[in-house]
């Protein structure tokens, strides 16, 4: 089973900063990699797929890129509503797994 | 619309079992495959296993086999998730999401089920 660690656990920035979130896989994933983003009490939402394509309505401030075992979500000037926590997922055959997540907080 | 609308909350006892219930509307139910994802309180997502409503073929994250089925009816565009012998780290909110070429588009709103003596 493909193993994704998050980093950082938590992300303290401000409004209009930029936010990098790290994704790292325990082997290749090839490029079935998934960024969401989950606000308190609401389902998970896609944001980022294919390691760097945009969901349909996600804003061009979001990012996705990398390969292999290494990923990253790029949020380039966060707004109030991003403060959030943000998953990577990976689809291996049938499997998904999921990272542990990345709690981007105000500081 | 695609809608992926679940049932509602659940208090179960240790040891008894529980089935949330995902309809699917807006879309041709057997084009796409089912999950299920859980979230304990405050902690991450979990994928539990994955279901492809046309011909029923499942499969289980190695964690839940034996204690889960999922199951559809084409009939009614519902997918179900059983889950056996309940404990109290099974208190979770449980999620159905479809798959739409290896990323979840459609989430349903998640079902709180609560496990307590």
């Known amino acids: 089973e493909i193993v994704l660690t998050q980093s950082p656990a938590t992300l303290s920035l401000s409004p209009g900063e930029r936010a990098t979130l790290s994704c790292r896989a325990s082997?290749?994933?090839?490029?079935?990699l998934v960024w969401y983003q989950q606000r308190p009490g609401q389902a998970p939402r896609v944001l980022i797929y294919?390691?760097?394509s945009r969901a349909t309505g996600i804003p061009a401030r979001f990012s996705g890129s990398g390969s292999g075992t290494d990923f990253t979500l790029t949020i380039s000037s966060l707004e109030p509503e991003d403060f959030a926590v943000y998953y990577c997922?990976?689809?291996?055959?049938?499997?998904?797994?999921f990272g542990q997540g990345t709690k981007v907080e105000i500081k | 619309q695609v809608h992926l609308v679940q049932s509602g909350a659940e208090v179960k006892k240790p040891g008894a079992s529980v089935k949330v219930s995902c309809k699917a509307s807006?879309?041709?139910?057997?084009?796409?495959?089912i999950h299920w994802v859980r979230q304990a309180p405050g902690q991450g997502l979990e994928w539990m296993g994955i279901?492809?409503?046309?011909?029923?073929?499942?499969y289980y994250a190695q964690k839940f086999q034996g204690r889960v089925t999922m199951t559809s009816d084409t009939s009614t565009s519902t997918v179900d998730m059983e889950l056996s012998s309940l404990r109290s780290e099974d208190t979770a909110v449980y999620y159905c999401?479809?798959?739409?070429?290896?990323?979840?588009?459609?989430w349903g709103q998640g079902t709180l089920v609560t496990v307590s003596s």
């Open positions: 999401a479809r798959e739409n070429l290896s990323k979840s588009d459609f």
């Open positions: 807006g879309y041709t139910f057997m084009n796409y495959y």
């Open positions: 279901i492809s409503p046309a011909g029923g073929n499942t």
């Open positions: 082997q290749t994933v090839t490029n079935y």
């Open positions: 294919d390691a760097s």
């Open positions: 997922q990976q689809r291996s055959d049938w499997l998904w797994t």
